[in-house]
């Protein structure tokens, strides 16, 4: 009786061991198939990161700007390029906006829809 419970468990054991390398066996294969999916991913975060970085950059350049009231507008960065989007009080500080956005290093071009806030 004790012989023919040690060869069922020595059988699991062989089936359980042969399912896990035939698994490892296939997930080495679909990685090799996919190398760049990881670093894909890599490459779509630090763009992410750069763009975060570079708003960010803006947004100090037009809050520290003399003249320029900078808390209704809002910074999107992608590649290079900003979108300045928002309302200011007064007609000269839409083109204070663009001008702070566009001396920031990085910048390569500025979209400035800020536009002239309007009373009711």
Do not use: F
């Amino acid at each position: 009786m004790k012989t023919r419970h040690i060869v069922h468990a020595l059988g699991a054991s062989l089936l359980v061991l042969s399912i896990g390398a035939a698994h490892a066996q296939a997930s080495d294969a679909t990685a090799a198939s996919t190398p760049a999916a990881p670093s894909a991913k890599a490459g779509k975060k630090q763009v992410r990161a750069a763009n975060r970085t570079l708003a960010k950059a803006v947004r100090k350049a037009l809050y520290s700007t003399k003249g320029l009231v900078a808390s209704n507008i809002t910074v999107l960065a992608r590649s290079g390029v900003v979108t300045l989007n928002g309302t200011v009080p007064e007609q000269g500080q839409v083109d204070l906006a663009g001008q702070a956005a566009q001396g920031v290093s990085g910048v390569t071009s500025v979209k400035n829809n800020v536009q002239l806030y309007q009373k009711n």
